[in-house]
């Protein structure tokens, strides 16, 4: 009878080791195993003991040596058969751990494809990664993402992409673009790669930048930390640590179908505007670029943002045989 009460809990134990081990539980599994480690001592001393066969059945590379650590199991299921029919449950426990070794050994053996995200032109997605947090993915926008057991990696090929980070003080949650990589735990910021540069804003706990590790363009010690209300760019060729306070309604404008800038030349909102309208605007005079704009306009209907440009910055818009917008002064 002893033995007919142990192996429910020996499986459920396997599954809760092999499922931790995984690095991928969602927060309500992770909620549920400590309810059931909590329910009955027996579990924690079966969850504890899984997981250290298991983490031996995680260096194993193929069958002959999950053999190995079924002749090790026996013997560890006598050592503990005092506390209860262990031997009664080595049989189930050495199948787990051939299970283990074959999955752990796949996991070893391949590197796992990472996840790609991406919006079109004038597009914005949400989308929930593995770990539970949330991604708000901006126009035009590539991400990658590969999470591992030690390290969740994002990777925002170009774009702009608002995080929302599950906290895990195992797994970092590390963003890298072409010039910066943004290391957390879990807090709220805002990533934007335009080009070779990179703006992290932080909406809420603190994040950790630098330059990624290919760069050879900022000094080692670049590293800069940002708590909430701060931003700072990075860019090539430049060792300059630039952090600044920032409103952070313009920065999450986009998340409302808006663009907010305050006083930015025009030459930078024209070149961010083009990242959501396919009928891409061109300046007709040069001198037209350092006119400094102060405003909002609407990402979703570019009729009312050639409307606001035109009188707000008393210009005129004209259509080119291309499509394209061409702006030049009025009059």
């Known amino acids: 009878m002893k ?4 192996q429910p809990i020996d499986d459920r134990a ?3 080791a092999a499922r ?3 690095g991928v539980m969602k927060p309500e599994e992770k909620t549920a195993l400590a309810g ?33 650590l079924e002749r090790e199991l026996e013997v560890f299921a006598h050592e503990r058969s005092s506390r209860w029919s262990w031997l009664v449950a080595a049989p189930a426990m050495a199948a787990s751990i051939a299970a283990a070794a074959l999955f752990f050994g796949a996991m070893t053996n391949s590197q796992p494809t990472p996840e790609r995200y991406a919006t079109a032109r004038g597009e914005t997605a949400v989308f929930t990664l593995k770990d539970g947090s949330a991604v708000s993915l901006n126009t035009d926008s590539v991400l990658e993402v590969n999470f591992s057991n030690e390290e969740r990696s994002v990777s925002l090929a170009r774009g702009e992409a608002l995080f929302d980070v599950t906290r895990d003080a195992e797994r970092p949650f590390v963003v890298s673009s072409a010039t910066a990589e943004a ?9 934007k790669a335009m080009g070779e540069s990179t703006i992290v804003s932080v909406l809420s706990g603190v994040v950790e930048v630098n330059a990624v590790k290919e760069s050879v363009h900022r000094a ?3 590293a800069v930390t940002l708590i909430a209300g701060q931003e ?24 409302r179908g808006k663009a907010i800038y305050e006083n930015q030349p025009l030459s930078a909102v024209i070149a961010d505007l083009n990242r959501y309208y396919t009928a891409q605007f061109l300046l007709g ?14 990402l979703k209907d570019q009729a009312i943002t050639i409307e606001a440009l035109e009188i707000a910055l008393s210009l005129r818009a004209e259509k080119n045989p291309n499509g394209q917008i061409l702006l030049l002064p009025n009059g």
């Open 20 to 22: 931790t081990l995984s």
């Open 232 to 255: 700072t760019i990075f860019i090539p060729d430049s060792n300059k640590k630039d952090v600044r306070t920032f409103n952070p309604d313009a920065v999450t404008s986009w998340l």
């Open 220 to 222: 080692a010690d670049a």
């Open 183 to 191: 290391r957390v735990l879990g807090t709220r910021f805002n990533v």
């Open 285 to 298: 005079d040069d001198s037209l670029g350092n006119i400094p704009v102060t405003g909002g306009f609407d």
């Open 14 to 16: 396997a599954r809760w």
């Open 3 to 6: 033995g007919n009460i142990s």
């Open 36 to 68: 059931w480690l909590e329910a009955d001592p027996r579990h924690r001393q079966a969850f504890d003991s899984y997981v250290e066969i298991t983490e031996l059945a995680s260096e194993a590379h193929d069958v002959a040596a999950a053999a190995a």
